[in-house]
């Protein structure tokens, strides 16, 4: 089974700090992503990357950053944490092609929950 | 741009009544997949199933079902007898063949409680 795992479950942080939440997948994928998730929002595009050191934006990504050094790790970056971005905040995987299509079902951390306070 | 609408935000069933989910997309393209996700409390999204634009044939897995139709642009999906177990937040989601190959473009949800 495809095995995405996220770091931490639970995160509290302060405003103003650099915080990092990483992701990490074992199953050799090619693309990985990073949503969030708020109530009645359901879940939002920030950043996704198909290769190593590529990234691309998502539909919010500002406020963050992210950086991918290897093939299994994705890392998303809020470089300077405020409160709106208290969420709920989830990484997925898929694909083991080097082009992507649209007909491969990403697949899911089980997400980290984010206070910023 | 691309849409996903599911209108109900939260269902309550009894155990054992069926329930249908649904779910209404907007798309420009003619090729494209639409995906339903499992979100149990423990948080991590599941993936159920996948259907392509060109393969308008339903699906039946046990209890679950899915019903596809292009006239109306819907993708709902259907819980037989339904279980606590199934009790979850259930996404819909798009993925388009233009504009960025794999992005997924996710309905806000539909919360089911089932209770005893």
């Known amino acids: 089974d495809v095995k995405v795992t996220q770091s931490s479950r639970y995160l509290v942080k302060r405003t103003g700090e650099k915080v990092f939440l990483e992701c990490v997948q074992d199953m050799d994928h090619e693309n990985m992503f990073w949503y969030r998730q708020d109530p009645g929002l359901g879940l939002r595009l920030i950043y996704f990357?198909?290769?190593?050191?590529?990234?691309e934006k998502g539909d919010i990504p500002e406020g963050y950053s992210v950086s991918r050094e290897k093939k299994e790790r994705f890392s998303l970056i809020l470089e300077s944490a405020s409160t709106n971005q208290t969420s709920m905040y989830l990484c997925a995987s898929s694909g083991t092609g080097k082009i992507m299509t649209p007909d491969q079902p990403q697949h899911f951390g089980d997400g980290t929950r984010l206070s910023i306070l | 741009a691309q849409k996903v609408t599911q209108a109900q935000t939260e269902i309550s069933v009894v155990e054992k009544e069926d329930v249908t989910l649904d779910c209404v997309y907007e798309?420009?393209?003619?090729?494209?997949?639409l995906f339903w996700y499992k979100q149990p409390p423990s948080g991590e999204l599941v993936f159920l199933i996948r259907?392509?634009?060109?393969?308008?044939q339903n699906e039946i897995s046990g209890r679950y079902s899915w019903n596809f139709q292009k006239s109306t642009s819907s993708f709902n999906f259907t819980i037989t007898a339904s279980q606590v177990v199934d009790s979850a937040v259930y996404f819909c989601a798009l993925s388009e063949l233009t504009g960025g190959g794999n992005k997924l473009t996710f309905g806000t949800g539909t919360q089911l409680k089932v209770e005893l």
């Open positions: 990357s198909y290769d190593v050191k590529m990234k």
């Open positions: 259907r392509n634009s060109f393969d308008e």
């Open positions: 798309t420009r393209d003619t090729t494209y997949y």
